[in-house]
């Protein structure tokens, strides 16, 4: 079973950047997705970036060319660089990953962009 970890969220003001991290522990053989969400209050959960394990990647239209996702396989560690940061970027973010077919979700970083 995996058990996935989120950190780096935080209070950043608008036009600043911040690294979200996830890091995933447990029996696995392998992970095959690794994907970002967030939820903003009162809103649903919506989609943000992912990485497939061959390195293939998708970012929703509301962040492409600003966040960047990437992986270090050995450290089982998906991350997201956030740059240029919206005030509609505030969220709890949201670390998914899919490993031996299984859907698994980390508890959340909250991530408040405000002047």
């Known amino acids: 079973q995996v058990r996935l970890v989120e950190s780096g969220g935080g209070l950043v003001q608008p036009g600043g950047s911040l690294r979200l991290s996830c890091a995933a522990s447990?029996?696995?053989?392998?992970?095959?997705?690794m994907g970002w969400y967030r939820q903003a209050p009162g809103k649903q959960r919506e989609f943000v970036a992912y990485i497939l394990d061959y390195g293939s990647k998708k970012y929703a239209d509301s962040v492409k060319g600003r966040f960047n996702i990437s992986r270090d396989h050995a450290k089982n560690t998906v991350y997201l660089q956030m740059n240029s940061l919206e005030p509609e970027d505030t969220a709890v973010y949201y670390c998914n990953a899919v490993a031996d077919r299984a859907d698994t979700w980390g508890q959340g970083t909250q991530v408040t962009v405000s002047s």
């Open positions: 447990g029996r696995f053989f392998s992970i095959n997705y």
